[in-house]
């Protein structure tokens, strides 16, 4: 499969501003960008923040991001037939299209299904992963009413350093990976190239009846197509950055993947996708309590349809935005942003849409402050749409540290979600008068800090109106329903005797608050869910273990296909022949736990999978 990466354009993307306006961030301090817009101490971040980093990445042996997500703190995921096909992640139990995916700060997202093709995001290009839980709408817009993810890629710095990956397992699956970096201290560059492929499994046991046109799952007739669903990619990343002097750094990243993926169905049962991230950012910092910005970028999600290798169709959509950010120190521990934001989406397909592109500009501020134990975060922001005109969202956070490594946060904030291509502008079956999709959120959080050990618990409740949904009285979407969503999450990190552990327990109830399902359950979305990591090292040797589940769920709004809960164990071991040669093994869900995140869509029994890495330098 041929590689085609396109040349880098656009100047510039969000930079981390060195205006960190609580305590000052140590070399230990986890900083996230994502949260606030702003470099800050996980710490000291007023919502609740998880942070991934590579060297996690790497020990955990997750093989795509949904692997490396599964089980954290109040996430649920519904997979669709195994490695490579559609995986829609539920944060705080918001739908799937109601969280915001940023790669290196440029938003993507398919703007006819309102979703990120998460499966296709190379784990390999990975540096690290933040994850934000609760509403951002304030400062990032439309998408953001559970949560914001956000991938950043591999950045090297130091000597110049190749590495070299080669794995295989179970499922015929084979995988490469080169790719070197490095820099100094005006410049970095890097540049990984990653393939992989597997045969996959019989992804779908749907049915269909023609006679009475019912059917579930991929909507096959029965034992009709049997056969492994397979997977293949290639991916290229690309990434530099130059500072020409004290005030001026330019940085550029591309990112792309094209995948060849087979599935079950009547209609599709192969898509070739592409996956394309191209971004750039500018940072001026005339002074130590000024920082501008100007970041701009493109995504590109594609994919050609085929059934029995005959093309049936074609859908490309292209994300364009820019932003404009400017971050001022007041005073001590005092920070104010302001920004401009412009985004543009467009769709290409061989359905005739009846409108084919959409204008979005905005503009927020948010307000940082400290003052001794106290810590105060405000935003509003204002989103013109060229569809459904003018929304207005904001969010206030307070925190308050205490004796004995104690801090309590509370926080409000409002989001929406802008309706979907799909949902405004299919023939015949959409509706353009739709309005967005709106929610408040109110939050508690309580944390302590010790030496070995650090404790998380989190509550909150949202409150969901105008969901668009299909109403039968009009043929097409209406905003018909309302939903209650509420739920808790505990996280756990510790350290004894050589040991690491990282857990996080989840509580979820969701509740469908109109229409003849009031009082059930949303659908697709696990009441309890689980995840701990347990890594020991022993000299060149490394063991670690993976425990994850969730509980029930519904497949359906009127709760009649219930899925039962699950729980899977991975085993994982490490040895470092040499400083630079790591080989690593991993047996996936141990005891062949046989389960379902979706009804029909079958998911891989035990597994296993060798990995030889080679970094020297690193």
């Excluded at 003052?371 to 969202?393: I, K, M, P, Y």
Aim: proline share 3%; with cysteine.
């Amino acid at each position: 499969m041929s590689l085609r990466i396109q040349t880098l354009a656009a100047a510039c993307a969000l930079a981390l501003p060195a205006l960190v306006y609580a305590r000052d961030a140590t070399d230990l301090d986890q900083v996230v960008v994502t949260a606030t817009r702003t470099a800050i101490s996980a710490d000291d971040a007023l919502t609740p923040v998880e942070v991934i980093d590579r060297a996690q990445i790497e020990r955990s042996q997750a093989r795509s991001l949904p692997d490396l997500l599964r089980g954290r703190a109040g996430i649920s995921l519904s997979n669709q037939g195994g490695q490579g096909k559609l995986t829609t992640l539920f944060l705080r139990g918001a739908e799937s299209d109601h969280v915001l995916v940023l790669v290196d700060g440029i938003r993507i997202g398919s703007p006819t299904s309102g979703l990120a093709a998460l499966q296709d995001l190379p784990i390999e290009a990975i540096d690290r992963l933040e994850i934000v839980r609760g509403p951002r709408a304030s400062l990032y817009g439309s998408e953001a009413i559970g949560g914001v993810i956000q991938v950043f890629t591999r950045r090297d710095r130091g000597g110049f350093a190749p590495r070299v990956r080669l794995d295989g397992g179970s499922h015929g699956t084979l995988g490469y990976g080169v790719g070197f970096g490095g820099g100094n201290g005006r410049g970095w560059f890097g540049a990984d190239f990653q393939h992989a492929r597997t045969d996959g499994i019989n992804a779908c046991d749907g049915f269909y009846d023609p006679a009475t046109f019912e059917g579930a799952g991929c909507f096959i007739a029965p034992g009709s197509q049997p056969d492994r669903d397979g997977y293949e990619k290639d991916a290229l990343s690309l990434r530099g950055g130059i500072d020409f002097d004290e005030h001026w750094s330019l940085e550029g990243h591309a990112l792309r993947n094209e995948g060849d993926n087979g599935f079950d169905g009547d209609f599709y049962d192969r898509a070739e996708t592409v996956q394309q991230v191209i971004g750039g950012k500018l940072r001026w910092r005339p002074s130590s309590r000024v920082d501008l910005h100007l970041t701009a970028g493109r995504n590109v999600d594609a994919s050609d349809n085929f059934r029995d290798r005959d093309f049936i169709d074609y859908f490309s959509t292209d994300r364009d935005s820019a932003t404009l950010q400017g971050d001022f120190g007041l005073a001590a521990n005092q920070l104010l942003s302001v920004g401009l934001d412009w985004l543009r989406d467009r769709v290409d397909a061989t359905t005739a849409y009846d409108e084919t592109e959409r204008d979005n500009q905005a503009a927020f501020v948010q307000y940082q402050g400290r003052f001794g134990a106290h810590a105060l975060e405000a935003s509003v922001r204002r989103d013109d749409n060229e569809q459904f005109g003018g929304h207005t969202t904001g969010s206030a956070a307070w925190g308050l540290s205490f004796g004995g490594g104690w801090r309590l946060r509370a926080g409000y904030g409002s989001a929406f979600k802008a309706p979907t291509f799909n949902e405004l502008y299919y023939p015949f079956f959409s509706n353009p008068n739709l309005r967005p999709e709106e929610s408040d959120t109110w939050e508690l959080g309580l944390a302590w800090q010790g030496e070995a050990l650090a404790v998380n618990l989190d509550a909150f409740e949202t409150e969901v109106e105008d969901l668009i949904a299909y109403d039968a009285a009009l043929g097409m979407p209406n905003n018909v329903d309302r939903a209650r969503m509420r739920g808790a999450e505990l996280g756990v990190d510790a350290r004894w005797g050589g040991w690491t552990l990282a857990g996080a327990l989840s509580w979820l109830d969701t509740e469908n608050r109109s229409g003849p399902y009031r009082g059930n359950d949303l659908a697709r979305r696990a009441r309890h869910g689980a995840r701990f990591d347990l890594d020991r090292a022993f000299g060149r040797f490394r063991l670690g273990v993976t425990a994850a589940g969730e509980g029930s769920r519904y497949d359906d709004v009127a709760n009649l296909h219930r899925l039962g809960g699950y729980g899977t164990v991975d085993l994982r071991a490490e040895y470092a022949l040499t400083p630079a040669l790591t080989v690593q093994a991993r047996v996936a869900n141990v005891f062949d736990r046989d389960y379902e995140t979706a009804w029909f869509y079958n998911q891989p029994g035990r597994e296993w999978y060798l990995t030889l890495r080679y970094a020297p330098g690193q």
